[in-house]
T-cell receptor
Framework: SQQGEEDPQALSIQEGENATMNCSYKTSINNLQWYRQNSGRGLVHLILIRSNEREKHSGRLRVTLDTSKKSSSLLITASRAADTASYFC????????????FGQGTILTVHP | GAGVSQSPSNKVTEKGKDVELRCDPISGHTALYWYRQSLGQGLEFLIY????????KSGLPSDRFSAERTGGSVSTLTIQRTQQEDSAVYLC?????????????FGPGTRLLVL
């Protein structure tokens, strides 16, 4: 099964609202990364949080990491229609030197 | 600077034919990864190259899949005797050599369709 499990599978919100996506994993990690994908093509890196960090911000993005619960969340504040995309969490396992294991992703739709 | 590039963008082939997919990593990135994204399987790791070390091929789904990296830069993923289940988007990523905790940068992918 996937190392990363994400929920919800799909999220539909109005512009201006906040969007929260969650990711759970099973084994020890070096870091956890969030990516965005538009139209099923290239992945765009959003943010990386290391295993010794608990929270990280980048613009309208806020990521938290709880290693005791093996979970992470991505919060997008004041969403825009341009944020519509698929969002994936990816774990870099302690034993895998950068080989990423991806969750199934959350499809976010932001309505104008 | 230039990002990771992949070619071709799209490839349609007939079942049983061989295909080659190319990846040009970011200059100076010594680590290179191939992933596959297919319906129902999500994104899965295929193979990893790091400098002159032996590649990690643990994710390759069958012996029809192989990859090489020449001169520590360009990589080619080859699929022999393609099958319909090989249809997917093949993504390449590269990373700086400065330790494990570094961002991977992805190319736009090659969309492969096997008829």
């Amino acid at each position: 099964s996937q190392q990363g499990e994400e929920d919800p599978q799909a999220l539909s919100i109005q512009e201006g609202e906040n969007a929260t996506m969650n990711c759970s994993y099973k084994t020890s990690i070096n870091n956890l990364q969030w990516y965005r994908q538009n139209s099923g093509r290239g992945l765009v890196h959003l943010i990386l949080i290391r295993s010794n960090e608990r929270e990280k911000h980048s613009g309208r993005l806020r990521v938290t990491l709880d290693t005791s619960k093996k979970s992470s969340s991505l919060l997008i504040t004041a969403s825009r229609a341009a944020d519509t995309a698929s969002y994936f969490c990816a774990t870099d396992l302690s034993t895998s030197y950068g080989k990423l294991t991806f969750g199934q992703g959350t499809i976010l739709t932001v309505h104008p | 600077g230039a990002g990771v590039s992949q070619s071709p963008s799209n490839k349609v082939t007939e079942k049983g034919k061989d295909v080659e997919l190319r990846c040009d990593p970011i200059s100076g990135h010594t680590a290179l990864y191939w992933y596959r994204q297919s319906l129902g399987q999500g994104l899965e790791f295929l193979i990893y190259f790091q400098g002159n070390s032996a590649p990690d091929k643990s994710g390759l789904p069958s012996d029809r899949f192989s990859a090489e990296r020449t001169g520590g830069s360009v990589s080619t993923l080859t699929i022999q005797r393609t099958q319909q289940e090989d249809s997917a988007v093949y993504l390449c990523a590269s990373r700086r050599p400065a330790g494990q905790q570094e961002t991977q940068y992805f190319g736009p992918g090659t969309r492969l369709l096997v008829l």
